[in-house]
């Protein structure tokens, strides 16, 4: 694969980053001029919407009808999007975004591009958000945001982020946090989205947002292994082959393992929960990483029965439990020597808790 000169991130300057040299790497076909790749795009406009706090620029860079997914909640116009930003910036005010990285896919010239762009947050909670009362404390966050980017747009995105271990940070347990966050409202839309999710995925199904754009092969079947066998299979056996004896890795919930033991150890807990999920491998961008590596991003779902190993959770036994997750994963030689997972933990678990507390209402319960 060839990079073309894109845009890298990786330990880059922000001032380097900001003000970019040179003519365009790629053709943006109706992007402003100003923007000289997808990568650059996003660096951009980010910053400019959050680390500037330039929150009307929603307007310039998020389509009028934009669906937005998350683990806790759907929108599709850009004022909910503003609303959205604006929430989250009164609970966090001084948030600020590092960006680690932008995995991307050329679409095809009508379609634009797919990017998958890792960020890492430091905020304070100054007042009270959706987990509940203000704590005063500082967190940090990983997020991963996966957009579809056409004509100067976003037009579509899916937006994880590791909520869990934020709240452990703010000192809130995760049983409150997502205690509180189920008492908030849904709608309609979101709702039938996730009920629809999990059939797709328990049916095995491919989402309807495939491109046929052409992707390198060995990475390609790479990306579709990993959920198959780890996810599917459960064949944990397989971890050693997958990842080198050194990897690293972080997972929701501030977890970070660093060697095949410990590796296969996340993958068994995580996988406890819900024995009998089922996985989907949703998406697939793939980029060269310098001389000698490769970066995948994945997005994946998984559906199943929730089987708790946390006693606090244990009223929940027999309910649905999905996800919405995605990976970054940096491949050398045929195998993963870092990788970052991200989904809500606390939306999964609140989605969880809602159905619980809707069913036992239905059946006349206190």
């Given amino acids: 694969m060839q990079q073309n000169n894109i845009t890298q991130v990786y330990w880059k300057n922000l001032p380097e980053l900001l003000s970019p040299q040179g003519k365009p790497n790629q053709s943006l076909k109706n992007f ?49 999007v503003i609303k959205n930003t604006l929430l989250t910036l009164a609970a966090f005010p001084d948030r600020t975004l590092i ?37 005063g404390k500082t967190g940090r966050v990983t997020t991963i945001a996966d957009c579809i980017c056409c004509e100067n747009k976003i037009v579509y995105e899916w937006l994880m982020r590791d909520n869990s271990f934020l709240v452990k940070q703010l000192g809130i347990s995760l049983i409150d946090a997502a ?20 059939i797709r995925i328990k049916a095995q199904q491919a989402t309807t947002h495939q491109w046929h754009t052409p992707l390198d092969d060995s990475s390609e079947k790479f990306a579709q292994f990993w959920v198959n066998t780890l996810f599917n ?50 998406h697939i961008s793939v980029v060269p990483f310098e001389d000698d590596a490769t970066d995948i991003a994945i997005r994946w779902s998984v559906a199943g029965t929730f089987t708790p190993k946390n006693e606090q959770f244990s009223r929940y036994t027999g309910q649905c439990f999905f996800v919405m997750a995605a990976t970054h994963m940096r491949i050398i030689n045929g195998k993963i020597s870092e990788e970052w997972t991200v989904f809500d933990e606390v939306a999964a678990y609140a989605n969880m808790i809602r159905d619980y507390n809707n069913s036992d209402a239905n059946q006349g319960g206190e």
Wanted: proline share 4%.
């Fill in 99 to 135: 960006g680690e990285n932008v995995v991307w896919r050329d679409l095809g010239e009508n379609n634009g591009y797919y990017s998958s762009h890792r960020i890492t947050s430091i905020m304070t909670n100054k007042n009270p958000s959706e987990f509940g009362a203000s704590t």
């Fill in 233 to 282: 299979k459960k064949a944990l056996g397989e971890v050693k082959n997958i990842y080198h004896k050194n990897a690293k890795l972080q997972w929701p919930g501030g977890v970070e393992a660093v060697g095949i033991p410990a590796i296969r150890g996340v993958f068994i807990q995580w996988l406890a929960q819900s024995p009998e999920a089922s996985a989907t491998c949703d």
């Fill in 179 to 198: 205690t509180h966050f189920a008492n908030l409202p849904t709608n309609e839309d979101f709702e039938v989205w996730r009920a629809q999710e999990i």
């Fill in 32 to 80: 402003d001029p100003e923007f000289i790749d997808i990568v650059d795009y996003i660096i951009r406009i980010t910053h400019r919407i959050w680390e500037q706090k330039n929150i009307a620029l929603c307007n310039d860079y998020y389509a009028e009808y934009c669906p937005v997914h998350t683990l806790g909640g759907y929108s599709d116009d850009v004022a909910t």
